[in-house]
């Protein structure tokens, strides 16, 4: 008899949308030589249709699926993001619309959800208002487009002006429209980039099954172009990178706070390792306890009221719990460890996994928040950086499965189902793969990669597609997506 | 009235001739002869001597009956006499006899003594340290002394207990492969096992601070066995 485990995180279903629910054949080692040896075009296809399945064959040859929010078997909406058009004839229009139409055709592309309709497909008279908009252009092929977005930008004085529409261009009831808005701000380039923002994650939380775009998110990271590694910020889609702190010394391991306003890290002093708290409001520190010893890895619990780190107060690095405010701090680790990189359950905060070297190579550890239950989840090779997946039920970690010295040393991201403990591997044998982290949307995860010869932040989507470079100098790495 | 004045003035007259006629007294004896003035000569021989050496003051008199010299008090007539002056030195003679006193020096320049040879260069505590103390290197992914680490470990422990003043800072150091943060907690623990081998061997605990630095400073960068060796090592700091 077979029983279907699934987490269906795909989007909800509107009348257009056909359900595809293929099976994959039994045998996760078959799944996985079959993806393996695919030639990369088939392996896009199958993967579209797949994405991330993966197959259990149990001995009552009960099949349990897994999916993640990617769009599996599902087929994805077909959107047009037509060029808004000029609404006054300012010159400042020309660049704020470029600047606008690029942002907004990134936004919906990286988002994972659409088959974007490629604009050389588009018709040439563009709507800028529903009154210019002719459905029959746009819902017949070439466009074939089922949904289009589209507005008109406006430059008055020092002001902007946008207003954008998205319309169900395949529906035949008389309400085609489903979201129209109007957005004011100066009539400066970053403001323009907002708004677009603004307007993407108003498409995607309406097509996307109600998950908020991660459009206006931001990534902190570790940067070392000023000669010390310090905390960076950046736009989730790599623009605006700038400086959070001018230390001078080393800071690592930044973890931002799920309401936004604080960033956790670790910082080296004279006398070792501090957790140090940034306050993004003050745009500065504030006071944090000292706990002696080296302090590393802390991360926060999704309700924002505890942190987890790894500390060496007590003589060798175990997982430690507190408050936020750094009171009550809780040994939850014993033993010699190492023990480093804690990370909560993101769903439910009532559990942990963390990295531990105590049977020599590092390995990856589930635990309960008390720190009772302690299970081990990898079982070979070298395995480090949890990170706990939104919808709380999958890990991204890296992992070379077969480490030991004189070994290239290739460390490649891979997603586990942790009731399951089954994975699937995302990056190839390109190069050292580390510090994964997913996105609130739970659709991407960024990460660090030395592929191109030195240490750069990259995005994908949680299906290991789709891979864009964020950073290009100096060396970039730890990145931490916000939670919203 | 007349004959009055003219009666003193040839009284006076007569007293003026009178004591103007010198009375011719008898010729004094003949003084007895008078004794000979003494003589005095001093000489030193050498007249310059460096710090420490000795002269020879030689001096003579005539007709004294009593010579003395400064510095060395009553002396014959004749003679001479060795000394060691401390400083430069004006020695004077002095003869007395029935015919005077004379005296007579002799001037000694005492040389500065020549500056002492340097001592020989000592090293200091802390080259003594970087001398003596040697790094202790580990294994791949490992934390614990290797073997041929013991042999080392023991003698830094032995340097530190003969200078009991020394504190150190022990630094964990891993290579660049593996995670940042992993590495970090490895270093630590490199670290944390070399404090406590040092411990073990009777060097007091809180002269040793530890601190580690994962791969974040490394020593060598180049990617291959030899520098990844160099770099996975707990790495001693001499602290003031």
Known sequence: ?484 | MKRWTFLVFIFGLLLFVAACTKKVAPPPPPPPPAPTAPTASLSANPNTVDKGQATTLTWQTTNATDVSIDGIGTVEANGSRSVTPADSTTYRLVAKGAGGTQDATARVTVNAPPPPPPPPPSLTEQQLFAQNVKDIYFDYDKADIRADQQAPLQANAQFLQQHPNIHITIEGHCDERGSTEYNLALGTNRADTVKNALVQAGVSGDRIKTISFGKEKPFCTEANDTCWQQNRRGHFVYEQ
């Open chain 1, 1 to 484: 008899m077979s029983r279907e485990a699934a987490i269906d995180y795909s989007p909800r279903r509107k009348p257009w949308e056909s359900m595809q629910d293929e099976r994959a054949p039994k045998g996760r080692k078959k799944l996985e030589s079959t993806l393996n040896n695919l030639p990369q075009s088939k392996l896009r296809r199958t993967r579209a249709v797949f994405t991330l399945l993966l197959l259990v064959t149990s001995v009552a040859s009960a099949q349990d699926w897994i999916r993640t929010g990617t769009g599996l078997g599902v087929d994805k909406v077909r959107l047009a993001a037509a060029d808004f058009k000029a609404a006054t004839q300012d010159g400042k229009n020309t660049d704020l619309l470029k600047t606008f139409n690029d942002t907004l055709a990134s936004d919906l592309d990286n988002a994972g959800i659409f088959d974007m309709v490629s604009k050389s497909f588009h018709p040439l008279n563009i709507p800028g208002q529903p009154t210019e908009l002719n459905a029959r252009d746009w819902n017949a092929p070439p466009p074939n487009a089922s949904m289009l977005a589209f507005g008109n930008l406006g430059v008055t004085g020092d002001k902007v002006q946008v207003q954008g529409w998205l319309y169900d261009v395949k529906s035949t009831t008389t309400a085609p429209q489903v979201l129209g808005k109007q957005y004011n701000d100066n009539a400066t380039a970053d403001a323009v980039r907002v708004i677009a923002h603004k307007f993407a994650d108003e498409i995607i939380f309406r097509l996307g099954g109600g998950i908020a775009g991660i459009a206006e998110s931001r990534i902190y990271f570790v940067s070392d172009r000023s000669g010390h590694k310090e905390i960076w910020v950046m736009d989730y889609d790599g623009a605006n990178q700038h400086a959070v702190t001018h230390l001078g010394t080393i800071a690592l391991s930044p973890r931002v706070s799920p309401d936004g306003s604080r960033v956790a890290f670790s910082a080296n002093t004279k006398t070792g390792w501090d957790i140090t708290m940034y306050s993004v409001e003050l745009n500065r520190m504030v006071a944090f306890p000292h706990f002696g010893g080296m302090n590393f890895s802390p991360s926060w619990s999704p309700d924002g009221s505890k942190l987890a780190i790894s500390s060496s107060r007590n003589g060798y690095p175990n997982i430690f719990s507190m408050d936020a405010s750094g009171g009550n701090l809780k040994r939850l680790t014993s033993g010699q460890g190492p023990d480093i990189s804690p990370t909560w359950n993101r769903k439910t905060g009532a559990q942990l996994a963390f990295v531990s070297g105590r049977t020599g190579l590092p390995q990856i550890y589930t635990m309960e928040a008390d720190g009772t239950n302690v299970q081990r989840l990898t079982d070979q090779g070298y395995a480090v950086s949890p990170n706990w997946a939104p919808n709380g039920q999958f890990l991204t970690f890296s992992w070379m499965r077969k480490y030991g010295p004189g070994e290239p040393g290739s460390n490649d991201l891979y997603l586990m189902d942790i009731a399951s403990k089954q994975w699937v591997q995302l990056t190839h044998d390109a190069g050292r793969n580390d510090s994964p982290c997913w996105s609130p949307d739970g659709r991407h995860i960024v990460f660090q990669s030395h592929r191109t010869g030195t240490d750069q932040i990259f995005s994908m989507l949680a299906d290991g597609t789709n891979v864009k470079q964020l950073t290009f100098s100096g060396n970039n790495s730890q990145p931490n997506w916000t939670w919203k």
